[in-house]
C-alpha cells in the first residue's frame, strides 16, 4: 500500500506527543479564515480518528486528495495519540504556509517532526493543498 507523506504526516518515522499550543478558534471539519486554526483542526481530526473532519479541511483541488478509509485505517496504527504547535504562518492573498512542530504518541514514546503545511483558499476559506 503507498501511504503518501501528508496522510501519515510521518507517522511512519515520527511517532510523538506534546501539548498543544492553545484550543483552536474553529469547528474541526469546517474551514476556516485564519490557516493556523486549520491545520490545527486537521491534527485535531487525525488526533479524533475523525477522517471526514479531516478530508473536510483538504482542499478539492490538493494533488493528493482525500484520504481514502484504507490508508487512514493504515496510518491510525501508527500513533495513539498526535498534537501540534504551530511554529509561523506566511500568509497571502490565496495561499499560505504553516510551519507546525507535529508530535506523535505511540507506546509511551514520543517524537515530534517540524512539518510545512500548504493551505489555499477555496470559497473564501482557507483549505490544505499540501503538506
Do not use: K
Amino acid at each position: 500500500m503507498d501511504v503518501n507523506r501528508r496522510h501519515c504526516l510521518a507517522a511512519l518515522g515520527s511517532i510523538s506527543t506534546a501539548a498543544l499550543a492553545g484550543c483552536t478558534s474553529s469547528i474541526p471539519g469546517v474551514g476556516s479564515d485564519d490557516p493556523g486554526d486549520v491545520v490545527e483542526d486537521y491534527v485535531s481530526a487525525l488526533d479524533d480518528d475523525d477522517r471526514e473532519a479531516a478530508n473536510d479541511l483538504i482542499h478539492p483541488d490538493a494533488e493528493e486528495g482525500e484520504i481514502p478509509e484504507d490508508e487512514w485505517e493504515f496510518m491510525q496504527q501508527f500513533f495513539d495519540s498526535v498534537d501540534v504547535e504551530i511554529l509561523d504562518v506566511d500568509e497571502d492573498d490565496d495561499e499560505a504556509t504553516v510551519e507546525a512542530e507535529v508530535t506523535f504518541e505511540y507506546d509511551d514514546e514520543s517524537e515530534s517532526d517540524e512539518e510545512e503545511f500548504e493551505l489555499r483558499t477555496h470559497d473564501d476559506e482557507w483549505l490544505i493543498y499540501d503538506d
